[in-house]
């Protein structure tokens, strides 16, 4: 594992200096396979293999941990029912929830429902994170046939939030928000990890203004979003959202421009310097944690 200084820590030395330093008590780890070509166009059988052997290594890594480390489970989506085969034995095994894309919109995906419901059902939050994994996005769907995605994408975002590219994202958000799953899965569990939060207001007013159901409510009832602190009016944008749906992330053991990465030494002060009341921070470092993992 690299450090972000060009040096090579153990796992062992890693997990130490996330604790010591940090104060961690849990570090989920993530499958990120896109940035080694594995995504969604790939072919199913090998989809399907790389699904077998990481989570079945991720229940052993997760086994000799001491209980600090839990994980994202993979799921290759270009097989549905061999991922709800998997699902069987992943809701056993502590895993965190089950990593996706966030450039696809996944709401507009009807194949891909069962899976959602096979986690709504499990308890187990879909954890959304960029990818770029657009290789299944041109071949399923398409957003011009509808109004409201149209009116998105002509829209300049760039300007009102740091999400980048924010219009792939927001198109994912709309399919999600506006997807008819709700009735079945009114308990749906949805984590969005390393978008800030800055875009919500944005988005809610934009909703309102197409004559669209105002989107706050469900944001609040049915997704948690990981901090990133360091952006502009942080604190505004978490009032807006409300505390219980923020997780403290760090993106630690990777570096990057956003809080986490070689900056990660900053990252308690940045969320003490909002000036939090007690049970805010309680909420933000654990709390809003323990809800999300009830099964």
């Not at 072919?43 to 399907?48: E, H, M």
């Not at 069962?114 to 071949?139: E, L, N, S, T, W």
């Not at 944005?202 to 997704?223: C, T, V, Y």
């Amino acid at each position: 594992m690299n450090d972000n200084k060009g040096n090579i820590v153990t796992m062992e030395q890693h997990m130490a200096e996330a604790k010591n330093k940090l104060g961690l008590q849990k570090q989920v780890i993530n499958f990120f396979g896109g940035s080694v070509g594995l995504g969604y166009s790939i072919q199913a059988s090998l989809g399907r293999e790389v699904m077998q052997v990481y989570n079945d290594h991720m229940i052993n890594v997760m086994s000799q941990s001491n209980s600090f480390l839990t994980a994202n489970a993979w799921l290759s989506l270009q097989d549905v029912p061999a991922c709800l085969d998997a699902m069987k034995l992943i809701a056993n095994n502590n895993f965190f929830g089950y990593f996706i894309d966030d450039t696809i919109p996944w709401g507009r995906i009807e194949a891909v429902r069962p899976i959602f419901q096979r986690a709504h059902d499990q308890g187990m939050p879909m954890y959304i994170h960029v990818v770029g994994g657009k290789g299944m996005q041109g071949k399923v769907w398409d957003y011009r046939y509808n109004q409201v995605m149209v009116a998105l994408k002509q829209r300049e975002w760039t300007a009102q939030c740091k999400v980048d590219p924010v219009d792939h994202f927001l198109l994912v958000m709309v399919s999600l928000l506006e997807c008819d799953w709700w009735d079945s899965m009114p308990d749906l569990k949805i984590v969005i990890a390393e978008r800030g939060i800055d875009w919500i207001g944005a988005l809610r007013n934009f909703m309102i203004e197409q004559g669209r159901p105002d989107p706050l409510p469900r944001l609040q009832k049915n997704f948690w979003f990981s901090t990133e602190p360091e952006h502009t009016d942080f604190k505004k944008h978490g009032d807006l959202i409300g505390w219980d749906r923020l997780l403290f992330a760090t993106d630690h053991g990777h570096g990057g421009m956003d809080c986490g990465g070689w900056n990660y030494g900053r990252d308690i002060e940045t969320i003490r310097s909002l000036g939090l009341t007690q049970e805010q921070m309680e909420q933000l470092t654990h709390k809003n944690f323990q809800t999300i993992i009830q099964r």
